[in-house]
């Protein structure tokens, strides 16, 4: 780099940086850093082309780039993920929140009136982002939001606080152990871990930064499907629904560990917008 940097000219230097290390949204990546170390909407960024930077812009721009570089994704060196139109806070604690999660929440916005004054179970909520959008979506709406890991589950709560809503209960449990037993639920949601042994072995660099409890399912990808199917009952309601996030080519196989309980019937499979099945809508018999 040189000591005098435009907005355009640094964009244009970092996108070939970030693409000849083989990121794969290179501009994209910097024009957010950008924007995120100016406080400005990526918008600024265009309308300011010519814009010289400051010294301490520059170090601070710097300073992510090479986290960037590093493999690092953005959500990670920013602490912040948008997920349905809020900004959640995420750390090395939380899976970061994928776009095609907001199929799970889309889920049961389909399903049910704004007004429904739903109780809904999110199983391994780890930022809270998939309840916590769904009670800001329901207003009328609570909820629990479980976690094995007590540091998810700070991470959880502090997004509760910023969204200013209260009506979830934080639950360290693993799976149903913690939880009462005739609580009963409208919906059970969950993004659980569904990385099979082969799947681990060729992530992505960024993905390798998550906690490996949020990714990996067992040697199919299943084990927690299985955990989760054996005690869904016990927590829903007659009518009750469960919406699960899978990966690709594993929703036969989780509609089936679900209605072999005899417990459930097979709602819908939905796709992601890559085509991909990715929600799994089951519920439960009467």
């Known amino acids: ?3 005098t940097w435009t907005i355009g000219s640094l964009l244009q230097w970092t996108e070939k940086f970030f693409a000849g290390k083989g990121i794969d949204t290179p501009r994209l990546d910097a ?3 950008l924007a995120f170390v100016l406080g400005k909407e990526r918008i600024y960024l265009y309308a300011h082309y010519d814009e010289p930077l400051m010294a301490a812009e520059l170090a601070a721009y710097k300073e992510k780039i090479k986290l960037r570089a590093e493999r690092c994704s953005v959500a990670h060196i920013l602490g912040v993920k948008p997920f349905m139109g809020h900004d959640f806070i995420v750390s090395g604690d939380v899976l ?9 929440v889309e889920t049961v916005i389909a399903a049910a009136p ?3 004054p739903l109780h809904v179970l999110d199983m391994g909520t780890g930022s809270g982002a998939v309840i916590l959008s769904v009670l800001a979506y329901f207003t009328h709406a609570a909820g629990t939001g479980v976690d094995i890991s007590p540091a998810a589950l700070a991470v959880a709560r502090q997004n509760g606080e910023n969204l200013g809503i209260d009506r979830v209960t934080w639950c360290e449990s693993d799976v149903y152990e913690n939880l009462t037993v005739g609580e009963h639920y409208d919906w059970i949601l969950s993004n ?8 681990m072995n060729h992530l992505e660099p960024e993905v390798r930064r998550d906690p490996q409890t949020a990714l990996f399912g067992g040697d199919d990808g299943l084990d927690i499907y299985r955990r989760i199917a054996a005690g869904a009952a016990l927590y829903l309601k007659t009518g009750g629904k469960c919406a699960l996030e899978v990966g690709a080519g594993q929703a036969p196989d989780v509609a089936d560990i679900f209605t072999n309980t005899g417990e459930f019937g097979l709602a819908a499979v939905r796709r992601d917008y890559g085509g991909i099945e990715r929600v799994v809508l089951l519920e439960k018999k009467g």
């Not at 970061?96 to 799970?104: D, G, H, N």
């Not at 659980?192 to 042994?197: N, S």
């Open 31 to 33: 024009e957010i850093l």
């Open 114 to 116: 704004q007004d429904a």
């Open 96 to 104: 970061i929140p994928r776009p095609e999660t907001e199929l799970l």
């Open 1 to 3: 780099m040189t000591d």
């Open 192 to 199: 659980p871990p569904y990385l099979t042994a082969d799947d």
